[in-house]
């Protein structure tokens, strides 16, 4: 009698994503993503998120996995010559979202990456990695406000992890407070005010030219780092995360820090 291999899919799983960078991995249940009201996924998308099941019908479970910005040079955009801005530091995620598909083709099982109009956000929430913080992005115990996301969604029924319920902010706002443009309020960023997404216009208003200049610096024509002021000020930010910033960065509270050693 031939013997059946029992796999533990999850272990498979988060082995590949940690193999390749990974720090963070979890499970979300797409009965629960998929029961929770639309939001608006705002930036360059602009538009309402869609139930997982829209593009896969037989969708059951959704990978969760999340990549560190561990220095600057991860938050460097690129415009092409085409005008899309992308971002050299996130390509690991392509790269473990590959594996993760591949890994469950294999064993027969579907799989395809998330759409843009999936709210990855809420997704590592149900995954158990993080809590929304008042920057509007994930926060981890561990590693802040640094893990940058990647979602791939299967057919495989998965136990899905907990989801994340602790309040990481409290009564802080230091994120809100060390905005430039005070583009947040507590949970939610205003793209028509951060400058993260006054760089995607055509023409960038005159009021935010010395803002951008000074936290959102342009390297080469075509080069720039991303604004990271309201993750730079987090409490949950490390020690290392903040001494690995380019000498044009500017680090909220630092010459005061240093003032009280």
Request: net charge positive; charged share 25%.
């Amino acid at each position: 009698m031939q013997k059946v291999q029992v796999v533990d899919l999850r272990a498979v799983l988060e082995k590949a994503c940690k193999d390749r960078g990974a720090v963070a991995f979890g499970i979300a249940s797409v009965d629960e993503y998929d029961s929770l009201p639309p939001i608006k996924i705002e930036y360059t998308v602009n538009r309402w998120s869609k139930r997982l099941r829209e593009d896969f019908p037989d969708a059951r479970s959704a990978i969760v996995f999340g990549i560190p910005s561990i220095d600057d040079a991860d938050e460097l955009g690129v415009r092409r010559s085409n005008g899309e801005v992308v971002w050299p530091g996130y390509m690991p995620i392509s790269i473990i979202a590959r594996e993760i598909a591949k890994q469950l083709q294999r064993l027969g099982l579907k799989a395809q990456f998330a759409s843009e109009l999936s709210s990855h956000k809420r997704l590592a929430v149900l995954a158990g990695i993080g809590a929304y913080g008042k920057n509007s992005l994930i926060i981890s115990p561990k590693h802040g406000p640094w893990l940058r996301l990647g979602i791939v969604v299967t057919n495989a029924p998965m136990k899905p992890d907990k989801p994340f319920t602790a309040d990481l902010c409290g009564k802080c706002q230091r994120c809100v407070d060390a905005c430039p443009t005070g583009a947040l309020k507590p949970y939610v960023a205003d793209p028509d005010k951060c400058l993260v997404g006054i760089r995607y216009l055509d023409r960038v208003p005159e009021k935010y030219k010395a803002p951008m200049k000074k936290y959102m610096p342009q390297l080469t024509s075509r080069t720039h780092i991303m604004c990271s002021q309201c993750q730079l000020s987090c409490r949950y930010t490390t020690a290392e995360r903040k001494a690995s910033v380019m000498a044009c960065t500017h680090v909220p509270g630092k010459a005061k820090a240093r003032k009280g050693r």
